[in-house]
């Protein structure tokens, strides 16, 4: 079957220790995404990959980090979580020109 | 840079009655068009797609949109919804020629009342 998995699907943490969520993608799709989804602003784009070691900043990208050494994984990495990462996240991968496909999210709570 | 712009950021409407949720883009090239709908407590789904052809497209769940590039529009419709239509819908572009890039909307919570 065909899917975006994330994991965990849920995270409680606390300010300053670093946490990693990951994203695998079965499809060998060359784009992967990691956004971010807050009550009235819709989704913000905070990292993208075009391919394997290719990767560039979104709308979002402060207090991230992302790595694309695997063409079906791309890790979302906080080394220094902040309250204000408190957010749902989403990872999609898509070829191009195609829809994205997503995960089903990641909600982290950062205290 | 392309943006895509969603009109109302919600729209309540009764059951059974006909809804339309706008989205307006601004791309100086072709472009490729989608809504996406996020139901409560969900991941988002493809509803529909535009990439050429036919500009009036037929998704999942009896949704419909219509490209209209002259008004640079991708308004989706339903003639009849159900409460279980309630949800958020997005609508994304990606700039055309192959480029990876979306761009999403704010979305648009659709509230089906009884």
């Known amino acids: 079957e065909a899917q975006v998995t994330q994991n965990p699907r849920y995270l409680i943490t606390v300010t300053g220790k670093k946490l990693t969520v990951t994203c695998s993608q079965n499809m060998n799709h060359e784009y992967m995404s990691w956004y971010r989804q807050d009550p009235g602003l819709g989704l913000r784009q905070i990292y993208y990959?075009?391919?394997?070691?290719?990767?560039d900043k979104g709308d979002v990208p402060e207090g991230y980090k992302v790595s694309r050494k695997e063409k079906r994984n791309f890790p979302l990495i906080l080394e220094s979580p902040s309250p204000n990462q408190t957010s749902l996240y989403f990872c999609a991968s898509s070829s191009p020109g195609e829809p994205q496909h997503f995960g089903d999210g990641t909600r982290l709570s950062i205290l | 840079a392309q943006s895509v712009t969603q009109l109302d950021s919600q729209v309540p409407v009764f059951e059974e009655a006909p809804v339309e949720l706008r989205c307006n883009y601004s791309s100086s090239v072709s472009v490729y068009l989608f809504w996406y709908v996020q139901y409560p407590n969900q991941g988002l789904q493809l509803l529909l797609k535009?990439?050429?052809?036919?500009?009036l497209v037929k998704g999942i769940n009896g949704f419909e949109a219509e490209f209209n590039k002259s008004q640079t529009s991708f308004h989706l419709r339903k003639p009849s919804v159900h409460i279980s239509d309630t949800a958020e819908y997005f609508c994304?572009?990606?700039?055309?020629?192959?480029?990876?890039?979306?761009?999403f909307g704010r979305g648009t919570s659709l509230i089906v009342h009884p």
């Open positions: 994304a572009v990606n700039k055309g020629g192959g480029s990876y890039i979306p761009t």
């Open positions: 990959s075009m391919n394997v070691e290719v990767t």
């Open positions: 535009y990439l050429s052809g036919s500009t």
